[in-house]
Structure formats: structure tokens, C-alpha cells
């Protein structure tokens, strides 16, 4: 098996072998962030096109100081950010307090939910919220990360979590 | 809030690793945006689309120009194999006509008497009274020397055509093959 620093190489003398071999070892794993950040099938498999010119275009930055799954990640997920910029509407102030609720629904409902419906409530889901859902739980990102990202504050990325989560919540009741 | 976490915590498993199959036609959706199909401008894309520091394009850009040079003199020995020459001495009296010009005439009729004669090109004489017409394509041809105006030869001598004639109609007419010719030409007397 060719190693991650081999590939590289290749894909940066436009070896076309090394480019196959580069999509088909991330291609899978990447689908499947794309799937996560976007509404439906046919926007994940462009987001995942765009990701892959993207992560191609720049692949002379990386520097293997860091996983080079890692790396083509972030390009996915800010190529993903990128793309629904414009769809993007958060609210300027939202308060905390504003949006604390209680949360109460079946557990037993939610332990039925198989990956293919969490995916499908994901994809359910207004793209503010999915996408600080998808950041913050999933991706692992911090609300003042999250914030720097988006150009939102850290209560308005706390505010759309909840939202998100209420949203979800709504949706596994059904 | 616990039942939150045990939401974030269902979510954060179900998609740790979650590896779905890539979009069938992905790969060569990629490839065609990576490397789009070369676009033809003329034969000479082949070699201009390479880098052009490449030892393949330095290796093609002296190839190319052998076979051009190499072109280049096949052209000229085929050229040069299809043509005469017509050379010869222009003379006035018993010497040589010092100025003058020699004119080359096409004949293109097929019977005399000429109703076209079409003057092709024109050589001046030298001090020893020689010309000379190369590059001929075979055919008819007639040879016509002038003498130069106020020079001593056109105060005693006619215009002629080869070989001593005063009109096309009675000049001598030049076959001319894939051989070169000397043509020698008597300018007639005055009186």
C-alpha cells in the first residue's frame, strides 16, 4: 500500500494513478462529511467534487505535520462552510436564556434510530443549525471556534446548538 | 439537559468512521475537472501543451526543427531539379555587347505566328557581355537582347532576337527540358 507521503508526491507532479489513488483512500470517509453538511445526496456528491479540487489545489500547503485525512477533513467541511455561506442567516443577538428549555423525549425512541434516519433528520434540519450541529457535536469544535468560522458569536452558536437539538428533538418524536 | 447529551452522544457514535460509498461516477467526474480534455489548436498542440523547461519538449523542439530544415532542402533539390538555365553572350559585331539587357519571353501558343509572348524576366548584361536566366521552367522561349540606350553598341546595332532576328515571328525558338542551355545572341547591324 502506498503511503500518504507517496501520494502526495504524485498528486503534486499531476500523477493521475496517485490522484485515483488520493480520492479512492479519503473519497469514502469525505462522502461522508459531505453527506452531514448537506441537505441531500446530490449537494453532498458536488461538495464533495468541490472539496477534492479544492484539497488538489492545495495539496503543496500540507506539510505532514498533522493526518493528511485530517487535513483534507478540514478542506471538506470549510469548502462545505463555504458553499452554504450564503444560506447561512443567523441572528445578530440571540440570548442563551432565551432559548432554554426543557428537554424531555423518549429515550427508547431515540435508541431505535439507526444511522440512515439520524442522517435523514440531519438532513431535515434548517442549514444554520445543521451546520453548528454538525461542528460542535460531530466534528468536535468549540462555540468560540464555531464562531470565528461562521463570523457569529459564541452565544449565537450556543443558541443555534439548542435550536438544532429541539429541531432533532422534534423529529425523533414524530 | 441529559437527555441532550444522550442525543449528542448517539450522534457523535453513529457517525465516528462513518464511511459511506463514494458517488459511482466520482472518480471520473474528478479526473474530467483535474484534467480536462486537451482542446485541439492545430497540429502544433502536441508539443506546445509541454512544459517548456521539459526535457520532452526540448527533445520534440529539436526533432521538429531537423524535419523542418530537412523539409527545407528536399523542397529546394526537387525545385532545383525541375529548372534550367539559359546563359549565353550577347555580341555586337565581333565583340561582346558591353551594356545591354537580355529579356526571356514565354511562348505559350502552339503555332507561329505568336499572339502572346509574355516577358518573364529580364537580366542586364555584363562588361563581358554575358547573361544569364536560371530557375527556367521547361517550355518555349525566346531571348531578346536590347542594347543600352547611348551605349556604342546601340548606335550601331538593333535589338534582336536570338539568333539575329529583328522580329519574334522569325526568331529561333528555345526548347527547353530538364538541361541547361547557352544561348549566344548576334545583335543585327544597323545598316
Known amino acids: 500500500m502506498i503511503d500518504d507521503e507517496d501520494i502526495v508526491k ?22 461522508g462529511v459531505c453527506l452531514r453538511f448537506s441537505s441531500n445526496k446530490l449537494d453532498a456528491e458536488d461538495l464533495l467534487q ?27 467541511i ?7 455561506k450564503k444560506q447561512l442567516k443567523f441572528p445578530k443577538e440571540v440570548e442563551i436564556y432565551e432559548v432554554m428549555e426543557h428537554a424531555t423525549f423518549s429515550e427508547d425512541a431515540l435508541s431505535r434510530l439507526s444511522r440512515e434516519d439520524l442522517l435523514r433528520i440531519i438532513h431535515c434540519l434548517p442549514v444554520g443549525y445543521r451546520t453548528v450541529f454538525n461542528l460542535f457535536v460531530i466534528e468536535g469544535y468549540t462555540h468560540k471556534e464555531i464562531g470565528l468560522m461562521l463570523g457569529i458569536s459564541e452565544n449565537t452558536s450556543k443558541s443555534q446548538l439548542f435550536r438544532a437539538k429541539q429541531a432533532i428533538q422534534k423529529e425523533i418524536e414524530k | 439537559m441529559e437527555e ?44 506546445t501543451d509541454l512544459p517548456q523547461s521539459s526535457p520532452r519538449f526540448f527533445r520534440l523542439s529539436i526533432g521538429f526543427t531537423a524535419a523542418a530544415v530537412m523539409l527545407f532542402l528536399v523542397i529546394i533539390w526537387f525545385s532545383s531539379g525541375n529548372h534550367s538555365t539559359i546563359r549565353g553572350h ?22 507561329l505566328p505568336f499572339d502572346s509572348l509574355k516577358n518573364i524576366r529580364s537580366s542586364e548584361i555584363d562588361e563581358k557581355g554575358y547573361y544569364q536566366f536560371s530557375q527556367i521552367k521547361s517550355g518555349k522561349y525566346l531571348v531578346r537582347i536590347s542594347p543600352q540606350e547611348f551605349s556604342e553598341g546601340y548606335k550601331h546595332f538593333l535589338s534582336s532576337w536570338y539568333d539575329q532576328h529583328i522580329s519574334p515571328d522569325s526568331a529561333h525558338l528555345i526548347m527547353i527540358g530538364a538541361e541547361d542551355l547557352t544561348v549566344d545572341v548576334h545583335l543585327l547591324p544597323k545598316e
Open chain 1, 78 to 84: 470549510h469548502t462545505a462552510l463555504n458553499v452554504y
Open chain 1, 50 to 76: 468541490e472539496g477534492f479540487i479544492r484539497a488538489f489545489g492545495n495539496l503543496h500547503r500540507f506539510r505532514f505535520e498533522g493526518s493528511l485525512e485530517g487535513w483534507i477533513k478540514k478542506i471538506m
Open chain 2, 90 to 111: 550577347a555580341y555586337a559585331g565581333e565583340l561582346r555587347l558591353c551594356k545591354g539587357t537580355a529579356y526571356l519571353f514565354r511562348v505559350e501558343d502552339k503555332a
Open chain 2, 4 to 47: 441532550y447529551e444522550n442525543m449528542e452522544k448517539k450522534f457523535r457514535e453513529a457517525f465516528a468512521g462513518y464511511e459511506p460509498a463514494p458517488p459511482e461516477q466520482g472518480w471520473s467526474r474528478l479526473r474530467s475537472n483535474l484534467q480536462p480534455e486537451p482542446r485541439y489548436d492545430g497540429f502544433l498542440s502536441w508539443i
Open chain 1, 10 to 31: 504524485g498528486c503534486l507532479q499531476k500523477d493521475i494513478q496517485s490522484q485515483e489513488a488520493f480520492y479512492h483512500r479519503f473519497a469514502g470517509k469525505m462522502f
